[in-house]
């Protein structure tokens, strides 16, 4: 793995106005993604985890700026890209591409898997057109699917397959940086395991950079190098899959990943049961934005702890880091 | 009562249940299900989408929808077959004696009432009480699964309410009329893992407290190793294997089992390759002759054209597969 | 052709009132193509002008002869023969130009939204505030009478409902994933449009526009009947039925003597709004999301 940046993310806000009345006057702001930093490797997996409604997803649309961010930087291959117009941006989405989450919703029901799979190499203008459909034929079977199946339409295929369509039009472009937002959520177990690989051999026979959007703890150990938690917009912990499994240190890490249930009768944790919902981002709380549920909070409801490295590479934005710590029996099991 | 006490208070035997599809075409969803749920335990109904396990459950309450069929089997519930209730009595067993959670709390619930109005609509539908009495009592529910401020809530509608409490309303609900037996159809899949633990915590909670029965619908192993006692895996419509639960963890002896177990991504450790089921799983309209595993199965032969027998491999172990004895002497051959 | 357009045919004729529909649409067709084999028209002549076979004003009841009888010293089958054709032109033709007006003001609207959306739909909530028929009635006024006119004024005052119809569908779509992901892939946005927003909203349009193809042709009866679309003696339902405005209570102790007057031209009219009515019907059935797997 090279140590060089490929993305680098500054101070990056999305908000989402509220309208109401008569003559649509903003009332209020949604904070999806409020204040958020990080860096990400060239080739390595960052796994970006939080509930629903934590701005994980926003996050990766604003990055690829499907969405406008509100504020900050979006710095990617060295080119800041937040600011770029949209014709100057278009020939750098070839390098930044998305596998997006819903497998029925995310292809045109009315175009051919063929054709699906050529767009975005007809739109940058790359190849000659029996180059591309060569390509195409070579891409489908890549992705474990029979190159005859060109020209059929999305509604002929299952769930899974059809996540390896949306793989291989992300492929297509032979793009630097995938985001992938919760590219296996919707997918039955035993399909899901199959993507999983698939992405892992792709990755390693590519070298791409993954940025994996998931709510699913138990997929991201398996798949990442690095995890990224979010709460409530903000990001609360930043550290390397080995140390954030098994040394969490932020009470919401702990407790997430302790309400994950095992399929294992003789797994034991000491489960960290938080109490009320999400509070909206529209008014967050004052001060840590967990406090309000959290069990160790303490002065936190007044003071907004930054996110700071309390060791190398793992970085927390807590006051009390590590008052809270993950327990269970039969814990880490080397498999 | 002199009602004699059952060891087991429902009892599915072979139950049936086809859809027709457009072209006529008989689509066998539920072929032949057969368990038994004791007082007071916990059996999961586990297995993919489209395996039957949510049809299943909803057709002990004869509730299917309007392209399918119950085409035959028994419901004993109590001594009672079910099945051969009309449907003004079935009435007063649905919610009364046998309650149900769905996925979607959001669905579930009517937005135009009250959070209120619908849990003392449904308690007055069951018990003699006034509408006072009914209203103390949604009251006290409400209070019992955790909704704090119960006497406010009553008053608000659904969309008031964040996913997780309306989740918690709707087992409010569900409990008001002190069901014997709890269907929960995917009751947390909708929801944050933070709020399913919180849910997960409160149906075992309840259960303790109002000693009632709990079939729960899932298709993650993580909350069948979590709550149940017993566990039912299904496939295409039909049970492969039905155990203890640490038997099923332990000791799967049907390869569906095993090929599920083994490729869900865990927690608890780090797999540089996940292990996976080969193909997909098959659509009603072209479920395999004889076994329905078949075409994905490591342990295929030409036997498995057969229809597998249900063999009772140990305690409480039952197996529907050809090969289960290979299957086993593989495990032991690979332990040693 | 393919399984699934083989099954589409199948849903479209095990439905009874879509094969009602479409034969019905058939048969006007038949009658427009073939009007000069039907009802020959004198030689030299305008065909659609109703050539007068009477001079007396009183109606003729039916006859060998004039087989729907005489109005206005006109033939009423040679007036309906010849009067498919016009309600052809003119169902066409405006649902036409409604329908693309409507399609490009709502793509834009729908697409872009924020203040174009806006704009564009408030003008299109006060053209729609004005009572269709009265504002038709006041434009075909000022524009004079005539059937170009009375199709312009169709035109002007029914392009909203299609502009209304594929904005909401194209809000619908855009947010779906399949559009994201287009401008993931870096697709421009008239592409975006055009092949991946307009094709899966398209649908309901055209149904809504076979409906309306209908019920249009009656408000130009409407129009004619008023005396203010076609002129004088012009193969028109509306037109016929203007002739029976004075005959239509019949004679003292025969109420319904006249019958003819209305019921050839009526008739007409209410089957072809019906065949329209029902084939749209059946295209909602096949297109509709739910019913396809």
């Known amino acids: 793995m090279s140590n060089s940046v490929i993305l680098k993310v500054e101070h990056l806000k999305k908000y989402f106005p509220i309208k109401a009345g008569v003559f649509r006057k903003i009332v209020g702001w949604v904070k999806a993604v409020d204040d958020v930093s990080f860096e990400v490797l060239e080739g390595e997996t960052l796994g970006i985890v939080g509930e629903s409604g934590c701005g994980k997803s926003t996050l990766g649309m604003t990055i690829l700026r499907l969405y406008e961010p509100t504020a900050g930087r979006v710095v990617f291959a060295g080119k800041e890209i937040s600011r770029l117009s949209s014709s100057a941006l278009r020939p750098i989405r070839k390098d930044m591409q998305m596998i997006f989450q819903d497998p029925f919703g995310s292809l045109n029901p009315r175009m051919r898997i063929g054709s699906i799979i050529e767009e975005g190499m007809s739109v940058h203008g790359l190849y000659s057109s029996t180059e591309r459909k060569e390509k195409v034929r070579e891409l489908l079977e890549k992705v474990g699917l029979s190159a005859d199946y060109v020209n059929r339409y999305p509604h002929e295929f299952s769930g899974g397959q059809r996540q390896r369509i949306g793989i291989a039009r992300a492929m297509a472009l032979s793009p630097r940086l995938i985001i992938a937002d919760e590219a296996v959520s919707s997918l039955d177990v035993s399909i899901r395991s199959q993507i999983l690989n698939l992405m892992k051999e792709l990755k390693r026979e590519y070298s791409f950079t993954y940025l994996f959007i998931s709510h699913d703890l138990a997929v991201v150990r398996q798949i990442c190098d690095r995890v990224l938690v979010m709460y409530l917009g903000r990001i609360v912990e930043i550290a390397d899959k080995k140390v954030i499994f098994s040394r969490p240190l932020h009470p919401y890490t702990v407790a997430l990943i302790s309400a994950v249930p095992v399929p294992d009768p003789d797994y034991v944790v000491d489960r960290v049961i938080l109490h009320g919902d999400v509070p909206s981002p529209i008014h967050p709380p004052s001060g840590c934005y967990f406090a309000p549920r959290c069990p160790v909070a303490e002065r936190c409801r007044k003071d907004e702890p930054p996110l700071v490295e309390v060791e190398n590479g793992h970085w927390v934005a807590c006051h009390l880091p590590g008052s809270l710590s993950l327990k269970r029996e039969n814990g880490d099991k080397k498999c | 009562m002199t009602q004699p006490q059952h060891e087991n208070m429902l009892e599915v035997k072979d139950i049936k249940v086809y859809f027709y599809d457009d072209e006529g075409r008989e689509l066998k969803a539920v072929d032949g299900v057969s368990f038994s749920v004791r007082r007071g335990e916990t059996i999961a109904l586990v297995g993919e989408s489209g395996c039957g396990k949510s049809v299943t459950s909803m057709a002990l309450l004869q509730l299917v929808d309007s392209r399918g069929k119950i085409v035959g089997g028994k419901v004993i519930f109590e001594g009672q077959d079910l099945l051969l209730l009309p449907e003004a009595k079935m009435r007063t067993v649905r919610g009364k004696d046998i309650a149900v959670i769905f996925q979607e709390p959001a669905s579930a619930l009517n937005p135009v009432y009250t959070i209120g109005e619908q849990i003392i609509e449904a308690i007055i539908l069951h018990q003699k009480l006034s509408f006072r009495q009914a209203r103390e009592v949604a009251r006290e529910m409400l209070r019992l699964v955790g909704i704090p401020e119960p006497e406010k809530r009553l008053n608000e509608y659904p969309h008031e309410l964040s996913g997780g409490m309306k989740q918690r309303a709707m087992i409010a609900m569900a409990l008001s009329c002190r069901p014997k037996l709890l269907i929960a159809d995917e009751p947390t899949t909708s929801l944050d893992v933070t709020i399913q633990a919180q849910i997960l915590e409160l149906i075992r909670e309840l259960q303790k407290k109002l000693g009632m029965s709990v079939i729960l619908i899932t298709h993650d192993l993580g909350i069948v190793a979590d709550m149940s006692q017993r566990v039912v895996v299904m496939y295409a419509g039909k049970v492969v294997e039905e155990a203890d639960r640490t038997e099923i963890f332990k000791n799967p002896l049907h390869p569906y089992t095993i090929g599920l177990l083994r490729s869900i991504p865990r927690l608890d450790r780090e797999q540089t390759k996940l292990e996976t089921i080969p193909g997909v799983v098959p659509d009603p309209s072209s479920f395999p002759v004889g076994c329905r595993f078949r075409g994905r199965c490591l342990y295929e032969s030409p036997t498995c054209c057969e229809v597998p027998p249900p063999t009772l491999v140990g305690n409480n172990h039952l197996v529907n597969c050809h090969h289960w004895q290979e299957v086993r002497q593989g495990k032991e051959t690979a332990r040693f | ?293």
């Open chain 3, 1 to 293: 052709m393919n399984r699934g357009s083989k099954r589409w045919f199948k849903k479209f004729f095990s439905n009874f009132s879509a094969v009602l529909g479409f034969v019905l649409l058939l048969f006007f067709l038949g009658v427009a193509l073939f009007a000069p084999y039907i009802a020959p028209p004198k030689p030299g002549r305008d065909a659609y002008m109703m050539p007068i076979v009477t001079w007396s004003s009183d109606p003729i009841p039916p006859s060998r002869e004039h087989p729907f009888g005489v109005a206005g010293k006109r033939d009423i089958f040679y007036g309906v023969v010849w009067g498919t054709r016009t309600a052809f032109r003119i169902g066409i033709i405006v649902t036409i130009s409604s329908t693309l007006i409507g399609l490009v003001i709502g793509s834009i609207a729908g697409y872009f939204g924020h203040l174009v959306d806006e704009l564009l739909m408030r003008v299109t909530d006060i053209f729609m505030a004005v009572p269709f028929l009265v504002a038709a009635l006041v434009l075909a006024t000022i524009l004079g009478a005539g059937l170009d006119k009375v199709i312009i004024a169709l035109i002007v005052f029914s392009w909203m409902y299609p502009a209304r119809l594929i904005r909401g569908n194209i809000l619908q779509v855009k947010e779906e994933q399949f559009v994201m992901a287009a401008k993931a892939l870096g697709v421009s946005d008239l592409v975006v449009i055009l092949r991946h927003v307009l094709p899966n909203s398209i649908f309901p349009v055209l149904i809504q526009a076979s409906m309306r193809m209908g019920s249009l042709v009656i408000t130009a009866a409407a129009l004619s009947f008023l005396g203010l679309g076609a002129p004088q003696g012009y193969a028109d339902w509306g037109a016929l039925l203007n002739y029976a405005r004075n005959w239509m209570l019949g004679s003292q102790g025969q109420a319904l003597q006249y019958w003819f007057m209305t019921v050839f031209p009526g008739l007409a009219m209410v089957l072809f709004v019906l065949a329209w009515n029902l084939v749209g019907d059946a295209l909602r059935d096949i297109f509709d999301p739910r019913l396809r797997v």
